[in-house]
């Protein structure tokens, strides 16, 4: 069943389930995101990386537009001052635990940072807060991928994607707060080949944080 609601002034329309997100996108009005999965169910989306902020009339406060169902009717906002104003300080947040090495990232210009802050008309800088990195800045356990802790903004893609495609997970979150990463789990002797073939999680990584590991001959 369509389902009609008003974004920004303008009418669009969507299927029923839809989130209020995947029907703005699909409508070509961009809300900033990093964690969403065009196979995610609003009672199914993360929510992790709290950019996709908007105000609906009707709600006390601003709503990640992943994670709310659309009702016909519905009046959204996805540029007001509040909304912005958060999705800045999320963007800041992000940042201050990520470095910012542009040129030397395969993800460089195509980095869904880089969209986001020029979206929201800001730099990738990180004040007011401290930006903190970590350590090591390469991990290199995974057989044929190495991950780089301080370009993950921990959107949980590549474990999700990892879940569909395999029916035991070679990629998971693992330690706790500030220290959360990325981790590898060899699940069996075929894990290399099946990773290389695979690549899904290359592809989906907004950041550059999962990279091909070259061979000794460069390839």
């Known amino acids: 069943m369509k389902i009609t609601l008003t974004v920004d002034d303008q009418t669009i329309q969507t299927q029923d389930n839809s989130s209020v997100l995947s029907a703005c996108l ?3 009005i961009y809300i900033p995101h990093l964690c969403w999965l065009e196979t995610d169910a609003p009672a199914d989306a993360p929510a992790a ?10 709600f006390r406060e601003p709503v990640a537009a992943c994670a709310v169902t659309v009702e016909n009717g ?11 104003s958060l999705q800045k300080t999320a963007l800041k947040l992000l940042l201050s ?19 986001i802050a020029k979206f929201l008309g800001i730099g990738l800088g990180c004040k007011p807060f401290e930006r903190v990195l970590k350590e090591p800045e390469v991990d ?15 959107c949980g893609i590549c474990v999700r ?17 500030f ?24 592809e989906y990584c907004p950041t550059g944080a999962l990279v091909q590991r ?4 460069g390839l």
């Open 214 to 217: 070259l061979s000794d001959d």
């Open 179 to 202: 220290d959360t990463v990325v981790g590898y789990f060899d699940a069996d002797p075929d894990a290399a080949a099946d990773c290389l073939s695979c690549r899904a999680c290359l």
């Open 49 to 58: 990386c709290r950019l996709c902020f908007v105000e609906i009339d009707g």
């Open 97 to 115: 635990v990520h470095r910012v090495e542009c040129k030397p990232c395969p993800a460089n210009r195509a980095c869904q940072l880089q969209t």
């Open 26 to 28: 699909s409508a070509g």
């Open 140 to 154: 290199a356990r995974h057989p044929v991928l190495d991950y780089y802790p301080n370009r993950c903004v921990l």
């Open 74 to 84: 519905m009046t959204v906002h996805t540029g007001t001052e509040l909304v912005r």
């Open 161 to 177: 994607i990892c879940r569909q495609q395999h029916q035991q997970t070679r990629l998971s979150f693992a330690g706790r707060g």
